[in-house]
């Protein structure tokens, strides 16, 4: 049974440090390049949340003379520092990547005095500086539903919460009006919320708005957050954890099961729901599996299949020497500068959710096809009601380097479709490739390397990779595809 959904948005990054973003005199020219990639391939540039759990820590110093000032406490997290300034040139990051909405988040977790001086600074910077079609929305608090216990007292409610963050979005709307009022017209003033970590926490999304979230009318998008496990949780493997299209049906159930509930209690009525955060494993991702071909894979998978489920957004999480990252923004003694694997999965999804550059012009629909094992999936892409492509997703292992590799040739699956109405047709194939579930390097799109030592971030087409195939559909309308084990397709109608 095919149910037809609505997806109009961009697959996005999310919450870059600001030495990924740089400042006016030194952009970062690689990060903008791989968007503008992404806009070609998809026809809009992906909107970026500049947010997660350190803007809840950051604090700001209008005497810092450089953009960020970050201490790393290790008992906290080695990955991103905990002790954060930002001065008044943090906010010129808005304005080097030409084209590019930006959501900017303010801190709700602390809740002291120089917080809240922060709070009221901050607002007339980041609303001049996001003065110039570059804004996408505003964001109170980053997964207030942990903040119980750590932050607030252990019998913090839903309604708490709720009093808390329309008093302060209040005193942001005040700031607002006195620095940039203009930014209070047009239905331009908006949020994304709750942002909550999960479904079933300390705080339930469905209270939350029970309890007039959105009494103010200004919540543009609805924002929960989600990962497929923890990068240091037990019995997390590639083929367990992600490259399995069961464990990605069931993490994507538990926002199916609130969009359903709010839709019977008539609540957040026309808002879209979105993941504004989310990647394979959080704790930035776990090496070997989130930094690997197999994750691109899972990428695919993943936002493809929220975009079946009527989920409109999808922001993933990136940061610098991240293991999830899509890409390493800059050179650091962990990680080398460089476009990383789930690069080419955000690539393959651009495509499949190509639809135009307006994108209210063309109604963009996926839909999720059935297959037989839970290594491989399926979907299929309509605009206004045309089908237009289907892609196929193979993702049983095949490690090609280390003790397990395999010595015999990769093996293949073939994957059979019948179209009804559709006969004798040439349809292009666009595949994701690389030498296997393990490649960390050599991947493409299509042929294409987004690699940075190649050119900058640039595309160029690889010599050594097959492009340009045609499938058949017969007189009966069937087609077939192969797919070597770990790799996945587009067939263009
Ligand atoms: C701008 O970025 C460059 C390169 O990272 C850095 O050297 C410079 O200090 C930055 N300027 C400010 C005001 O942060
Ligand atoms: C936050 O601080 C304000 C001002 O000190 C105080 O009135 C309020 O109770 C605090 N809220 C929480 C949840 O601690
Ligand atoms: C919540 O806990 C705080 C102490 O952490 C206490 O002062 C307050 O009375 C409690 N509130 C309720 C409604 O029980
Ligand atoms: C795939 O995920 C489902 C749901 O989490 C799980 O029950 C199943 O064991 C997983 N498959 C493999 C091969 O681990
Ligand atoms: C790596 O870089 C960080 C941040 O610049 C620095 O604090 C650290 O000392 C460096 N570590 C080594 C081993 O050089
Ligand atoms: C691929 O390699 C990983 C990591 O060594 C291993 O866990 C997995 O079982 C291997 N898969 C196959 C199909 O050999
Ligand atoms: C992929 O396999 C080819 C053919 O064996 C080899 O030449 C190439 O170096 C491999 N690429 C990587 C990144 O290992
Ligand atoms: C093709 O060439 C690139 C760049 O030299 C290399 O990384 C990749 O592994 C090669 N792929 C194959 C299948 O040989």
């Not at 990647?279 to 989130?290: A, T, V």
């Not at 894979?297 to 899509?326: E, K, P």
């Not at 990769?410 to 579930?437: C, D, E, M, W």
Request: net charge negative; proline share 5%; hydrophobic share 35%.
């Amino acid at each position: 049974m095919f149910v037809s959904l609505l997806f109009s948005a961009a697959v996005v990054v999310a919450a870059p440090s600001s030495s990924a973003i740089r400042n006016k005199s030194k952009p970062n020219q690689f990060s903008n390049q791989l968007l503008d990639n992404l806009a070609d391939l998809q026809g809009v540039k992906p909107y970026i949340r500049v947010g997660g759990n350190t803007q809840d820590f950051a604090l700001y110093d209008p005497n810092l003379k450089t953009q960020i000032h970050g201490t790393v406490v290790p008992s906290v997290s080695n990955d991103y520092p905990y002790i954060i300034s930002i001065g008044p040139s943090y906010f010129e990051a808005y304005n080097t990547w030409p084209g590019v909405k930006f959501s900017h988040g303010f801190n709700l977790g602390k809740n002291t005095t120089e917080a809240m001086d922060t709070l009221i600074s901050t607002v007339p910077l980041a609303c001049k500086a996001l003065s110039n079609d570059n804004f996408a929305h505003w964001e109170l608090g980053n997964e207030p539903d942990l903040f119980a216990r750590q932050v607030r007292p252990a019998n913090w409610t839903d309604g708490d919460y709720v009093d808390e963050w329309l008093s302060k979005t209040r005193i942001i709307q005040r700031q607002l009006s006195r620095a940039c009022p203009q930014m209070l017209t047009h239905g331009e003033y908006k949020y994304i919320a709750p942002s909550f970590a999960g479904t079933a926490n300390r705080l339930d999304p469905v209270k939350t708005w029970e309890a007039g979230l959105n009494d103010d009318n200004d919540i543009g998008m609805n924002s929960m957050h989600n990962y497929m496990g923890g990068a240091d949780s037990p019995g997390v493997t590639l083929a367990h954890t992600l490259m399995n299209h069961t464990a990605v049906i069931k993490s994507v159930e538990n926002h199916v099961a609130v969009m359903i509930n709010l839709e019977e209690d008539s609540l957040a009525k026309g808002i879209p729901y979105i993941l504004g955060e989310m990647n394979s494993l959080y704790h930035q991702g776990k090496p070997g599996l989130s930094n690997s071909f197999g994750a691109a894979l899972w990428g695919v998978d993943f936002n493809l299949y929220c975009a079946s489920q009527n989920i409109r957004r999808t922001h993933m999480h990136q940061g610098t020497d991240y293991r999830y990252a899509s890409w390493q923004p800059i050179e650091t003694n962990k990680t080398s500068m460089g476009t990383k694997a789930p690069y080419y999965g955000n690539a393959m999804v651009a495509a499949m959710l190509h639809g135009g550059k307006d994108e209210h012009e063309s109604n963009v629909q996926v839909v999720n096809l059935p297959t037989d094992q839970e290594t491989e999936s399926a979907y299929a892409t309509y605009i206004n009601g045309k089908l237009a492509r289907l892609a196929v997703i193979n993702m049983q292992e095949y490690n090609y380097t280390g003790t397990d590799a395999v010595s015999s040739s990769r093996p293949s699956a073939t994957y059979q479709f019948h179209l009804s109405g559709i006969s004798s047709k040439s349809l292009s194939v666009q595949r994701l490739i690389a030498n296997g579930t393990d490649a960390i390097t050599g991947i493409t799109w299509d042929g294409w390397s987004y690699n940075y030592e190649l050119k900058g971030g640039s595309p160029v087409r690889l010599a050594n990779v097959t492009i340009g195939q045609t499938v058949q559909v017969d007189s009966k309308g069937l087609v077939e595809l192969q797919l070597p084990f770990s790799s996945a397709a587009i067939l263009n109608f």
